[in-house]
């Protein structure tokens, strides 16, 4: 069982940077590949990144690549996602999930799930 809490979510202008953090517990949180999503009003859960169980393996959607990074720290159990040059349309509501060893694109992959933290870019 793996408990995740996400934290970071702020309302920032467009251009500006923010990094989200998920923190898990649990002893089995670094045996798990992580992934954030993102879900705008009116609009479906979307991919945003993943990162394999020991970190050394990620996948980014084509809408964030080469602006956000995904990270972990397995010795402190967290999941972070840096992210700059953010846009208005970067706006939503941000979880972090864990599943599987290895990264995935599908939401159905990942077991466990975070409540959610609210990431608002003005324009």
């Known amino acids: 069982q793996v408990q995740l809490v996400e934290s970071g979510g702020d309302l920032v202008q467009a251009g500006g940077s923010l990094k989200l953090s998920c923190a898990g517990s649990?002893?089995?949180?670094?045996?798990?590949?992580m992934a954030w999503f993102r879900q705008a009003p009116g609009k479906e859960r979307e991919f945003v990144a993943a990162?394999?169980?020991?970190?050394?393996?990620?996948h980014y959607a084509d809408s964030v690549k080469g602006r956000f990074t995904i990270s972990r720290d397995n010795a402190k159990n967290t999941l972070y996602l840096q992210m700059n040059s953010l846009k208005p349309e970067d706006t939503a509501v941000y979880y972090c999930?864990?599943?599987?060893?290895?990264?995935?694109?599908?939401?159905?992959?990942?077991?466990?799930w975070g409540q959610g933290t609210q990431v608002t870019i003005s324009s």
């Open positions: 649990g002893p089995t949180f670094s045996t798990y590949a």
């Open positions: 990162i394999n169980w020991i970190g050394l393996s990620t």
């Open positions: 999930a864990a599943g599987g060893a290895f990264v995935a694109v599908t939401s159905t992959h990942y077991h466990y």
